[in-house]
């Protein structure tokens, strides 16, 4: 009997060995699963925050709470050659450096006035590498087409049907031209 008990513990030793690192949470992976790009958290948060300051929060949800980053990120990492992924990150990290460099502070954590000084400089195109403007010439193009694509905004603020609800009716006259 203890044989068994012996090997049946062996056997629950290494399953659980198996199974562990499974278990491990890494908070550094983003929230999608990416192919080709290797995005962590606190880049996922930036695109996030450029996200919410090109379409901020009004009356209606921003870009950023309703997951244009995520459509971003897909879309790079899809769509894009190697060499215009990477640039891309070249760019998200020099924005990054340049904030914190500008205003001592990340992206993310400067206040909304901070973020969009940041983003007028590029728009303005003054003293910009050709990487962070790329990089927001994508990021801009994909937030709008992800936010107009997005559920919300199709549904209600578009009012979009899939099939029209009015009624065809074959037997309308039609005019002489």
Do not use: W
């Not at 450029?50 to 009356?59: K, Y």
């Not at 990492?77 to 205003?103: P, S």
């Not at 590029?122 to 003293?127: F, L, T």
């Amino acid at each position: 009997m203890e044989r068994r008990s012996v090997i049946r513990n062996l056997a629950m030793i290494a399953g659980g060995s198996l199974l562990l690192p499974a278990c491990k949470n890494t908070p550094a992976n983003s929230s999608i699963v990416l192919k080709n790009i290797q995005i962590n958290a606190d880049q996922e948060k930036l695109l996030a925050a450029i996200a919410s300051t090109i379409i901020p929060r009004t009356d209606t949800p921003g870009a950023g709470e309703l997951g244009a980053h995520l459509f971003v990120m897909k879309m790079v990492d899809d769509m894009y050659e190697e060499d215009v992924q990477q640039n891309f990150l070249k760019g998200l990290n020099q924005l990054e450096a340049n904030t914190r460099k500008r205003f001592d502070n990340s992206f993310a954590s400067c206040t909304a006035d901070q973020q969009q000084k940041m983003l007028l400089d590029i728009e303005s195109r003054k003293g910009q590498t050709s990487e962070i403007l790329n990089f927001y010439a994508i990021m801009k193009q994909r937030t709008m087409e992800g936010y107009l694509s997005s559920k919300y905004v199709l549904r209600t603020l578009l009012k979009y049907e899939l099939i029209p609800t009015e009624k065809y009716d074959g037997y309308y006259p039609v005019k002489n031209l």
